[in-house]
């Protein structure tokens, strides 16, 4: 096995478990290790550190896979990290909300790189990283026999891949293939999943917990629902008594998927609109004609990709948020999110806050939301924690 030596002072965060050595941090390479291969990380003086995969193209050169020097990584190894991860996932209860859910969450689930999302009899996986490409086979093989699912499919079209010079993998792994579109159950609604051309694995699984959430405080209320996608929010709030929502996103076949959601759950299709068009525009279109609503979720993609996008992510986030603010009925509910990773809490609800006063409205957060519980956040990982959201309710 080859050796990956760090430099002075650099191991510090490997004593606290964080499981990333950047490329800065590596001294030198013993040995010729390949794309994905395990590796031993050193100290300076020779202490073994911990075990990892081998990431020659990444800035993150080598991810962790353990931190104890007895623990092999082998097939078997895959086994027991997969057991461990879906058996957290019974321990929080989750199959009694939904038959979708998260049930490996990467390095927090001590499996840098892989992604494992189950929609009712199907597993959808993403391989991210050098490393998790490397033992696709054990983990399928071990997904088939610790899962009674049919058929396991792959998610590999993620842009973080050629970061790690992967280039995307698409298609089924094993079992079934999966049908056009998959009908999962959470909280008593229904919704159908394209996982083949979603996004990310066909469904926003992270904001199961928001939508309960949202539910309970939707009714007899006239709801927007922006950056829709197939309209998850508006379902949850049609359960919750809505009087009616009004999808807008950019993508047409998202909003095809969401026209459909409302007919399988029984609504009357009249009760929610479908409007293909961009928020920014949309917005200003609804503050000019003097459009209201009671009640309005913002849950934008990803504004800040890098560290040099957070000043022009905040001025988006703000933008949306002002106008939203100034559409709102008095005593309406803002949904507010943001899955930047990078815009942090505080400097959201700095931006929430300035949309607000200059809106001119009055508001005061009655919830801090985050991604549901199937998304954990390994306290040695802080980074896992990407999505952010307040409820305020606005004077
Ligand atoms: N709220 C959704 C997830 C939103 S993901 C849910 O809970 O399922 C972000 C969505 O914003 C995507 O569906 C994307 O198509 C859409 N989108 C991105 N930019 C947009 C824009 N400028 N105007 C409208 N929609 C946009």
């Not at 998610?155 to 970061?163: F, G, L, M």
């Not at 950019?250 to 759950?265: E, Y």
């Not at 503050?287 to 040099?308: H, T, Y």
């Not at 607000?356 to 009655?366: K, M, N, Q, V």
Request: glycine content about 10%; overall charge neutral.
């Amino acid at each position: 096995m080859a050796d990956v030596i760090l430099k002075g002072s650099r191991e510090k965060s490997l004593t606290r478990h964080h499981p990333w050595v950047f490329s800065g941090a590596v001294d030198t390479v013993r040995g010729k290790p390949g794309r994905g291969e395990t590796v031993d990380i050193l100290s300076p003086d020779g202490r073994w550190l911990a075990r990892g995969a081998y990431s020659p193209e990444s800035q993150i050169r080598v991810r962790v896979w353990t931190f104890d020097p007895e623990e092999e990584v082998s097939a078997g190894f895959f086994g027991l990290r997969l057991s461990r991860s879906i058996e957290s996932r019974r321990a929080i209860g989750i199959e009694q909300a939904a038959d979708a859910f998260r049930l490996v969450n990467s390095e927090s689930d001590g499996l840098p790189g892989l992604i494992v999302d189950r929609y009712d009899r199907f597993l959808v996986c993403q391989f991210l990283t050098a490393g998790a490409e490397r033992w696709k086979d054990a983990v399928v093989s071990w997904l088939e026999r610790l899962t009674a699912c049919t058929g396991i499919y792959e998610r590999s079209d993620a842009d973080v891949r050629a970061k790690e010079g992967l280039p995307p993998s698409v298609g089924r792994l094993s079992g079934e293939e999966p049908p056009e579109v998959i009908e999962i159950h959470e909280h008593g609604c229904r919704y159908l999943v394209d996982v083949r051309h979603g996004h990310k694995t066909g469904f926003y699984l992270d904001q199961r917990d928001n939508r309960a959430c949202l539910a309970r405080y939707a009714s007899g209320r006239d709801v927007l629902n922006c950056f829709s996608y197939t309209g998850g929010f508006s379902i949850a709030a049609l359960k919750g008594g809505a009087s009616h929502a009004v999808n807008v996103d950019s993508s047409g076949s998202a909003l095809g998927l969401a026209a459909r959601n409302v007919l399988i759950n029984g609504f009357d299709p009249g009760s929610v609109e479908n409007i293909e068009a961009d928020v920014f525009t949309l917005l200003r279109r609804f503050r000019d004609s003097r459009r209201s609503f009671d009640l309005i979720v913002l849950d934008p993609p990803k504004f800040a990709e890098s560290k040099g996008q957070i000043m022009r992510a905040s001025r988006g986030y703000k933008d949306i948020n002002l106008l939203a603010l100034k559409i709102l009925k008095p005593g309406g509910i803002l949904f507010t999110f943001s899955c930047s990773g990078l815009i942090e809490r505080d400097l959201f609800q700095k931006i929430v806050s300035d949309a607000a006063l200059d809106a001119g409205r009055e508001a005061s957060i009655i919830h801090w939301l985050t991604q549901s519980s199937d998304h954990p956040v390994s306290l040695n990982f802080p980074e896992a924690s990407y999505l952010k959201g307040l409820v305020c309710l606005v004077k």
